[in-house]
Nanobody
Framework: QVQLVESGGGLVQAGGSLRLSCAASGNMFTLDNMRWYRQAPGKQRELVATITRAGNSNYVDSVKGRFTISRDNAKSTVYLQMVSLKPEDTAAYSC???????????????WGQGTQVTVSS
């Protein structure tokens, strides 16, 4: 099994910046696509950004130009750099990863617990 733990959330004023981190741990695994989701109260979970193992990324339109997803495969960590934050970015942010173990070809998916980002106006 792979555990994902997010960090870096907090309270920031509109226009500010935060960098979220998600570190994966476990036994003999290889991470594939990694993603950041967010969910605000009363809203459905939204896919914010995706990054492939090779580093190709895409974003939901509302964050393009403001958020950057990156990864460090050696550290099994994915990041979300957020700048020019807006109140509508307020949400619980969770990371998600597809992975395989070194024991077989099955693909699994793991979720972190989430980290809260609150942007004040």
């Amino acid at each position: 099994q792979v555990q994902l733990v997010e960090s870096g959330g907090g309270l920031v004023q509109a226009g500010g910046s935060l960098r979220l981190s998600c570190a994966a741990s476990g036994n003999m695994f290889t991470l594939d696509n990694m993603r950041w989701y967010r969910q605000a109260p009363g809203k459905q979970r939204e896919l914010v950004a995706t990054i492939t193992r090779a580093g190709n990324s895409n974003y939901v339109d509302s964050v393009k130009g403001r958020f950057t997803i990156s990864r460090d495969n050696a550290k099994s960590t994915v990041y979300l750099q957020m700048v020019s934050l807006k109140p509508e970015d307020t949400a619980a942010y969770s990371c998600n990863a597809d992975y395989t173990t070194w024991q077989g070809p099955s693909v699994y998916s793991s979720w972190g617990q989430g980290t809260q980002v609150t942007v004040s106006s």
